[in-house]
């Protein structure tokens, strides 16, 4: 995989944003995390993420300016979630479980912190977590002096602004009060620097001539600060932002932010680190994506006592209120995503380093290929960011260095090889007719789902349409593309353009979504059209039998017509024209899998199934489909379902009760299909296979679909067993058990024969060959 | 790679074909390019090897699975 693709995927996915609350928050607080632990009643856990990043957290939950409130998304469903208040509850429940202490520095350093306001005390906390030993000097006659002054004790209790002080000299700080630094004071700002290894000066704004030998001044005589970094012009000494005069107003999560930044910078400097090398901007925004209109609008929680705050069954359903900000529309839609638990920009990571690890276990292989490759992740994504590129690039860089189990796929791809197999394939010009002016191509699955209709379809065309329709049976080289092998599905192509030339370049006409988005896709200059819009064109077969619609049915489109509007709209005026009350699902653009695309049923049975147990919950109408495989699938899964076909061309009473063919049906009606119609259509002499008699339950079937094994292999195990007498014999019972090794996998069958046939009462099989040594 | 072998003893089971009841030997077993030594149940004379469903979907696809991941 390309490393540079891999990063441009990677940053579409804006999942990782921070939600617009922390991203307003000068100190970043996770209000989110926050809000998710409190709404759980999770109140310690809530207060440590608070204090994680807030110095003063007593302080701060009281007078908080919580610009968060501003840009919450809430607001626009039924208001702004109060996050100060949530704050503020949190410390009259949980302040006293908050636990801090200090890192040990390998080599503490000294630091002079010149003024005891928020700024200065954050700074001073920040730099004694870290280990330094930090002495504030203050020239009042107690710290954070404005607070008292400042605010009511009714706003901001002297309790509180005692509890965190005490709190930040438990931690070690040395708060020296009434020592004024500079001017004629017995302290002056050289015999700090000679004393410390570092200086932050944040006795806020004001004149600062006193320092003028040794810190140079600004126009106004401030104190000349770096903005970015708050150094000055002595390489020891730094200042909160408030010294060069240049801040518009006060604000005391501002203040504490500034403190961070100033600390920030002295501990870098401590270190001998860049002072600016991958420091983030102050004021982050976010482009997080949050639906919001999917979330009722619900007012704020009232406190009962205002004065009071919220109690804490208050403060749990206003924490409720956050949605919590996600973007995961995709997730949310997607089975596969959501079996996996992760969300687009940790999976491209994963799925990049599965490509790429060298040595050791590709622990992700299986989830590369279980995405159904189904394209409705892009629809949603507010950045239109495709995972199944994503996977089907992984794949095709994985298959081309033999690092893809193939056990993932061969079942798969020996069905396809099977369909492209003389017992299969093959094509023909209409009887009669030496030329064709359009080629009939059913692709695969239709007939092997419904061979009756596909060639009730074929006569009607034949009748319709001028200049002789020819018809092929064949496949589209879907299941090679799917599985990323890019030789085996350039072969397929290869070979169906030839054959086309051959057959005078017609009109393609197919009755599968897939072929007909992979022949458009891949072989650009044969013209093909849909079989549905080609019927709206010829007109539908004149019959004198009512159709056999019973009830509405909720039309569910194959995902890889996803954007194939001319299509849809085709099928549902054919539905229409005949009775049928069509009610929709999702819409055809944001239709769902069935599990079979991209493979992902194969390489994982639990997630394709996933993917139409979950469309099968969204109606209890019947289904309408008009992908046989999508049919078969809803079937298989116990949801009645028909195809657009039953209607068209009637076979059964209720063709919404017709049962998955499974596999093994599936090569079977394709076999019948093309004997029967080179027999019919084109005379030609067929003889049909004698099958070995095998009996079974329908348990018993069910099992060996599951199993992925087909009926043929287990007839020609018995056959071979029957023919060797290579077998195991039960004593007891008098089942014989017997394998063989077809392809890649030996499959064991437990059988009886009885006078009915054989009897099967398993399969089963391994891909891991066993022998005697020789 | 110990991981396949316990194949349980089968009393009932005899080879058909030389009418000899089943005994654990060691056999090879191999996938993708790696072999390895394992105790099955075997024909003592003909050398048919038994593997069980249970072992099959058991710790048999487990190494396999293992195997291919590597
Ligand atoms: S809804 Fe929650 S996560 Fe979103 S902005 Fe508001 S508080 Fe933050
Ligand atoms: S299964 Fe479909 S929606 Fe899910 S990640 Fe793959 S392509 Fe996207
Ligand atoms: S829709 Fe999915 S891929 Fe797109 S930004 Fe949201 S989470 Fe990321
Ligand atoms: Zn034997």
């Not at chain 1, 996050?83 to 801090?100: D, F, H, S």
């Not at chain 1, 408030?242 to 604000?251: R, T």
């Not at chain 2, 030594?37 to 050398?47: M, N, R, T």
């Amino acid at each position: 995989m390309d490393g540079d693709q891999v990063k441009a995927w990677e940053a579409l996915c804006i999942e990782e944003q921070p939600p617009a609350c922390s991203a307003a928050c000068p100190l970043h607080v996770d209000a989110r995390a926050m809000a998710e632990k409190m709404a759980a009643g999770d109140f310690t856990g809530a207060i440590a993420l608070y204090a994680r990043v807030v110095p003063f957290p007593a302080i701060v939950a009281h007078i908080c300016e919580h610009p968060c409130e501003t840009v919450c998304r809430r607001a626009e469903a039924g208001g702004a979630v109060r996050i100060g208040a949530l704050e503020r509850a949190l410390v009259e429940e949980a302040y006293p479980t908050v636990r801090r202490s200090a890192q040990r520095a390998r080599k503490p350093k000294a630091v002079a912190v010149v003024g005891a306001g928020l700024a200065g005390l954050t700074a001073a906390f920040d730099l004694v977590m870290k280990g330094h030993a930090v002495t504030v000097f203050e020239a009042d006659a107690q710290p954070l002096d404005r607070l008292h002054r400042d605010y009511r004790p009714a706003v901001l209790p002297p309790s509180a602004i005692e509890a965190d002080v005490g709190a930040l000299i438990k931690l070690g700080v040395d708060i020296r009060c009434r020592q004024r630094i500079g001017g004629d004071a017995s302290l002056s700002l050289d015999a700090l620097i000679a004393d410390h290894d570092a200086v932050l000066m944040a006795s806020g704004p004001g004149p600062a001539s006193a320092f003028a030998a040794t810190l140079r001044l600004n126009a106004s005589g401030r104190i000349e600060v770096d903005r970015e970094t708050r150094a000055t012009s002595h390489p020891k000494v730094f200042a909160s932002g408030l010294h060069d005069g240049s801040e518009e107003g006060w604000s005391a999560i501002g203040s504490a932010a500034d403190g961070r930044r100033a600390a920030g910078s002295i501990d870098r400097f401590l270190q001998g680190a860049s002072l600016t090398a991958s420091r983030g901007g102050e004021a982050a925004g976010s482009c997080l994506y949050v639906e919001v209109g999917s979330h009722a609008a619900m007012p704020p929680v009232e406190a009962a006592d205002p004065a009071a705050g919220y109690g804490h069954a208050e403060a749990i359903a206003e924490a409720a209120r956050c949605f919590p900000c996600h973007c995961l529309e995709c997730v949310k839609a997607c089975p596969y995503l959501a079996h996996y638990k992760t969300y687009p920009k940790r999976a491209v990571r994963e799925i990049y380093n599965n490509d790429s690890i060298i040595m050791g276990n590709r622990k992700s292989n299986r989830m590369i290929d279980s995405c159904a490759l189904c394209g409705l992740c892009e629809t949603l994504c507010p950045n239109d960011l495709a995972m199944g590129e994503v996977c089907l690039d992984a794949r095709r860089s994985m298959v081309e260095r033999g690092h893809m189990p193939a056990s993932h796929h061969d079942f798969a791809l020996r069905d396809m090889a099977f369909s492209r197999s003389d017992e299969v394939a093959f094509i023909r010009h209409q009887p009669g007719h030496d030329r064709s002016a359009v080629l009939f191509f059913p692709g695969c699955q239709l007939p092997a789902s419904a061979p009756r209709q596909v060639e009730a379809v074929y006569r009607h065309l034949s009748e319709r349409l001028p200049g002789g329709v020819g018809f092929m049976l064949d496949c589209c080289g879907a299941p090679a593309h799917w599985s990323g092998r890019l030789a085996l599905h350039r072969e397929v192509l290869d070979h169906l353009r030839t054959v086309w030339e051959e057959q005078g370049r017609p009109r393609v006409v197919t009755a599968c979504s897939t072929c007909l988005k992979q022949i458009g896709e891949f072989l650009p200059d044969i013209p093909v059209a849909s079989l549905w819009t080609e019927l709206v064109a010829v007109g539908l077969p004149d019959v004198v039998a009512p159709r056999p619609v019973a009830g509405p049915l909720a039309i569910h489109d194959p995902c890889t017509g996803r954007h194939a509007h001319a299509v849809q709209a085709a099928v549902r005026s054919i539905a229409a024209s005949l009775g049928a009350e069509v009610r929709e699902l999702t819409g055809a653009e944001k239709t769902t899998c069935c599990g079979y695309g991209g493979l992902a049923s194969f390489a994982n049975p639990e997630v394709g199934n996933a993917f139409v147990d979950r469309r099968i919950e969204e109606s209890d109408d019947d289904y309408l489909a008009y992908c046989a495989m999508c049919r078969d699938n809803f079937a298989r899964r116990g949801k009645r379902a028909l195809h657009l076909i039953d209607l068209v061309f009637p076979d059964a009473d209720d063709p919404a009760a017709r049962p998955d063919p499974g596999f093994s049906g599936r090569r079977d009606n394709r076999q019948r299909l093309r004997r029967r119609l080179l027999r019919d259509l084109w005379g030609e002499s067929m003889s049909d296979p004698v099958p070995i008699p095998l009996v079974m339950t329908d348990a018993v079937r069910a099992d060996i679909e599951r199993k992925l094994l087909l009926i043929d292999d287990i007839a020609e195990v018995i056959a071979e067993a029957e023919r060797t007498g290579r077998a195991l014999k039960d004593r007891a019972s008098g089942h014989l058990t017997a394998s063989g090794r077809i392809g890649t996998v030996t499959t064991w069958v437990e059988y009886q024969p009885t006078d009915a046939g054989f009897v099967v009462h398993r399969a089963y099989g391994h891909r891991m060959q066993v022998e005697v040594k020789p | 790679m110990t991981g396949v072998s316990g194949g349980i003893p089968v009393p009932d089971l005899i080879c058909a074909r030389c009418d000899k009841p089943l005994e654990m030997r060691k056999v090879e077993a191999s996938y993708l390019g790696q072999t390895f030594p394992v105790e099955l149940p075997c024909c003592p004379s003909c050398g048919f090897v038994y593997v069980s469903e249970d072992l099959a979907y058991g710790r048999m696809l487990k190494v396999e699975q293992a195997l291919e991941d590597k």
